[in-house]
C-alpha cells in the first residue's frame, strides 16, 4: 500500500513529521529522486504522502491533524524504513559504504530492523570496531546491541540486561546453526569470558565458533590460519573440520590438541596412522574416541593395547567382529561398554564367567536377572549402586544401609527415586556428585520454576 502511494507521489512531495531515526534527510532525498518526489517538513498543497514518525512535538500534532482532516494517505516511519530497504539496491548500497566508509551511516543502516539477516550481516562486516572491544564505546555498544536484539533467540522473555551480559554473544555462537551469522561474528574484536584456570573451555567467541558444526568450510579456514594454539584445540574437536585443516593444524598441534583431534569423528585416515604412532596416552584416547572401520581395525590388530578398544565410542560397525575374537582384557572392557547390549553381555559371561561380574554390574544393559544374582553375591554393590538399571528395590535396600561409600554411587545415579536422592542432598560432601545428576538437578529446577 505505502509503494502505491509513493507511486501516485510523482512529482509531488513527501511531508516527514516527526525525527528521523536511521537515515539523514540527505539520505531520504537520495532515495525520493527514484520516484521523482521532494523531501519536505511543511505542509502544503503539494504533500501527496506523510510519513510520521512515534514522537511528534505539539506543532508537528497540530500538522498531523490537519493532516487526517485533507485525508492526505499517512504511513509510519518504519513502513518507511521497510519500504526503503526492500527498494534499495544491495549491490549499490555496499559499493556506496565501502568507497566513503561512513562508519555513521553503518551504525544507522544496521539499526534499521526492516533489511532482512543476509543484508545485515553484510552491513556488519563493513563496520569498524577501532581496535576497541565490544561495550568499550557507545558507537560499539548499539552495533553489538543490534546483533543481539537480532540474534539472540532466548526460549523465555529476554530479560534487557542480557544484551550486556558477557556471556550472551557466546550462546548465540553455542546456539546458532546460521553458518553465515557465525562467519560474521569473526567480525567481532578480541572478546573473553572468565572462567576457572583449570577448566579447558572455550573463553574467546572464536574459540566458541572453533566448536560449531554448522560453520562452513570458509569459517574453518579463517580460524585456522590464526595459527593460534588455543583455537586449534577447540578446531580439532570439529567434526566439519576439513581433512586437508586436519592435517594442517596436526603438523602445529601441542600433545593436548593431538589428544583431542583422536575425538574428532571425521578423523581423516592419514591423521588415524599418524596418531597411531604416538605415544601410549595418545593411542589410548585414538582407541577410546576415533571412529574404527574394518580397515582400521585391521591396522590395528595386534597392537599392545589393542583391548583398550573394547572401552571404545566408536567400534559399533566393528562390534560383532571384536566379540568373536578371543581376548579376556578385550571383553572384560567390552563387559562395561554400553554400546553392548544385553545378549552379547551373556554371551561375554558364559565364555568368561566370575571374572566379568565387576564389569557387568556397571553395564546398563546387563539384563536385570543377571544384576539381581549379582547383588545377592554382596562383593559389586558400590557397582551396582551406580548402575541405573539396577532394580529399584536393590538401590533403596543400599540406601537403607547408611553407607558413605554406597550413599556416593547412589548420588550419582539417575535412577534412584527423587524423594532419596533429596535426602541425599543433607550430606554436603556428596552435592558434586548430585550436581551432575540430571534427575536431581531436573527436579531441583522445576521447583525454581525455572
Request: proline content about 4%; overall charge negative; some cysteine.
Amino acid at each position: 500500500m505505502i509503494e502505491k502511494a509513493f507511486e501516485n507521489a510523482r512529482g509531488k512531495s513527501v511531508l516527514f513529521l516527526g525525527r528521523l531515526k536511521n537515515f539523514t534527510a540527505e539520505e531520504v532525498k537520495i532515495f525520493l529522486k527514484q520516484y521523482r518526489a521532494d523531501f519536505t517538513e511543511k505542509l502544503d498543497e503539494n504533500v501527496a504522502v506523510v510519513i510520521e514518525s512515534t514522537m511528534l512535538n505539539p506543532p508537528q500534532e497540530e500538522v498531523s491533524y490537519e493532516v487526517y482532516k485533507q485525508k492526505i494517505p499517512t504511513f509510519r516511519l518504519d513502513e518507511f524504513e521497510k519500504l526503503y530497504a526492500q527498494k534499495i539496491t544491495p549491490d549499490s548500497l555496499l559499493m556506496s559504504l565501502k568507497l566513503s566508509n561512513d562508519q555513521s551511516r553503518i551504525i544507522r543502516l544496521l539499526k534499521n530492523e526492516a533489511f532482512d539477516d543476509a543484508m545485515y550481516l553484510k552491513l556488519f562486516k563493513l563496520y569498524d570496531w577501532k581496535g576497541l572491544e565490544v561495550h568499550e564505546s557507545d558507537e560499539n555498544r548499539d552495533v553489538t546491541t543490534t546483533f543481539v536484539k537480532r540474534f539472540y533467540n532466548p526460549e523465555q522473555f529476554m530479560d534487557p540486561a542480557m544484551i550486556y551480559s558477557p556471556v550472551t554473544l557466546m550462546t548465540i555462537v553455542a546456539e546458532s546453526d546460521d553458518a553465515e551469522v557465525l562467519e560474521a561474528m569473526l567480525s567481532f574484536p578480541h572478546y573473553e569470558i572468565k572462567i576457572s584456570k583449570n577448566e579447558r573451555r572455550p573463553r574467546t567467541l572464536k574459540e566458541m565458533i572453533a566448536l560449531n558444526t554448522h560453520a562452513n568450510e570458509v569459517t574453518l579456514k579463517q580460524l585456522s590460519r590464526f595459527k593460534n594454539l588455543d583455537i586449534d584445540y577447540f578446531l580439532v574437536q570439529n567434526d566439519s573440520l576439513s581433512h586437508r585443516l586436519q592435517e594442517e593444524i596436526y603438523e602445529r598441534a601441542t600433545y593436548e590438541t593431538k589428544k583431542m583431534l583422536t575425538q574428532n569423528q571425521n578423523l581423516s585416515d592419514a591423521l588415524f596412522d599418524k596418531l597411531l604412532q604416538e605415544d601410549e596416552e595418545i593411542v589410548s584416547y585414538l582407541f577410546t574416541f576415533a571412529k574404527i572401520d574394518e580397515n582400521r581395525l585391521e591396522k590395528v590388530r595386534g597392537h599392545q593395547h589393542f583391548a583398550v578398544l573394547g572401552d571404545g565410542e566408536g567400534i559399533e560397525e566393528v562390534l560383532p567382529i571384536l566379540l568373536e575374537i578371543d581376548d579376556e582384557k578385550l571383553h572384560y572392557k567390552l563387559a562395561e561398554n554400553p554400546l553392548v547390549k544385553a545378549a552379547s553381555l551373556e554371551k561375554i559371561y558364559a565364555r568368561y564367567g566370575e571374572k566379568m561380574i565387576p564389569a557387568l554390574c556397571a553395564n546398563p544393559h546387563t539384563p536385570t536377572n543377571m544384576l539381581e544374582a549379582f547383588s545377592k553375591m554382596g562383593d559389586f554393590d558400590v557397582i551396582l549402586a551406580a548402575n541405573p538399571s539396577t532394580p529399584t528395590e536393590i538401590l533403596i535396600a543400599y540406601f537403607n544401609l547408611s553407607d558413605d561409600a554406597l550413599n556416593l554411587a547412589l548420588a550419582s545415579n539417575e535412577a534412584l527415586p527423587i524423594e532419596y536422592l533429596q535426602q541425599l542432598q543433607l550430606d554436603s560432601s556428596l552435592m558434586n556428585t548430585l550436581a551432575n545428576n540430571k534427575t536431581f538437578t531436573k527436579n531441583l529446577l522445576n521447583g525454581l520454576g525455572i
